[in-house]
C-alpha cells in the first residue's frame, strides 16, 4: 500500500503489551486520495467528528498484515499486524511515514483467542514483549501503565523557505533526534520564524498561522 488513508473503526481490539491487556483501535478501513469522492469525503469527516467524541486508543493495530519469523523458532512464520501509537482525536493517518507516529511493535493474534499480544522486531525475527523489556523501551510506565506515545515535538528547527505560494518546508529535528523535513500551509509567501515550529508536533505546525 502506498499513499493511502487509514482510519480508526470504531472497533476496539485488546493488546497484552508486556503484561499489562489495553484496549487499542484498529484500522480497518483505507482509501487512495485519487478515490476519494464527495461521499467519501463526507464519510471521512464523520470519522473524525466521532475521534473527537469517543476515547482516544493509546495504540493502534494495522489490519493489513505481514508474514515474519517468530523467535526462538525462526524458521516459523506468522501473521504479524503493525502496531502504532496513537494521538488524543486523531480519527485517521497515512500509511506513508505513518504521520510520524512511533512504531511500537508487531501485533500477533494468541490462537484460538481475540487477543493479540505485542512483539518487537530484533535482526528480522519477533520477539514476544516481556514487562521488563516493554518497561525498557518505554511503552510501560513505573505504575504499570500503558504509556500514551503519539507524534514527537520538534526540538530545533534550522530553516524554514518558500516552495510555492502558500507551501513551505522546514528542516526539523524531533524529540526521538529523527530529522525530517516538514510540508507547511501558509498564506501567501508569509513564512513563520523557525522557532515557532519548537515544541510543536508535525499536526500542530502543519499551518502558519494556526487557525483559530
Avoid at 13 to 18: D, F, K, Q, S, Y
Avoid at 74 to 101: C, F, N, P, T
Avoid at 180 to 187: F, N, Y
Wanted: with cysteine; net charge negative; proline share 5%.
Amino acid at each position: 500500500m502506498s499513499g493511502n488513508i487509514l482510519v480508526l473503526d470504531r472497533q476496539r481490539m485488546r493488546l497484552n503489551i508486556g503484561g499489562v491487556i489495553e484496549e487499542v483501535g484498529l484500522l480497518a478501513r483505507s482509501w487512495n486520495l485519487t478515490n476519494l469522492n464527495e461521499e467519501r469525503s463526507k464519510e471521512l469527516d464523520k470519522f473524525a467528528t466521532d475521534a473527537l467524541v469517543d476515547p482516544s486508543p493509546k495504540a493502534a493495530i494495522v489490519g493489513f498484515s505481514h508474514r515474519l519469523r517468530v523467535g526462538p523458532q525462526k524458521g516459523v512464520k506468522q501473521r504479524a499486524h503493525l502496531v502504532i501509537g496513537w494521538d488524543y482525536g486523531r480519527s485517521q493517518v497515512w500509511d506513508k511515514e505513518w504521520d510520524y507516529l512511533p512504531v511500537l511493535g508487531y501485533a500477533i493474534q494468541e490462537p484460538d483467542t481475540n487477543f493479540y499480544v505485542l512483539h518487537e522486531l530484533r535482526d528480522g525475527t519477533l520477539y514476544r514483549l516481556e514487562m521488563e523489556r516493554a518497561t525498557q523501551l518505554g511503552l510501560i510506565d513505573s505504575s504499570g501503565s500503558i504509556v500514551r506515545r503519539g507524534q514527537p515535538e520538534i526540538t530545533d528547527c534550522r530553516s524554514v523557505r518558500l516552495i510555492v505560494w502558500g507551501v513551505a518546508e522546514a528542516d526539523c529535528t524531533f524529540d526521538n533526534h529523527r530529522t525530517e523535513t516538514l510540508m507547511i500551509g501558509v498564506e501567501g509567501d508569509k513564512l513563520p520564524d523557525p522557532s515557532w515550529l519548537v515544541g510543536k508536533r508535525p499536526m500542530d505546525a502543519a499551518n502558519f498561522p494556526q487557525p483559530h
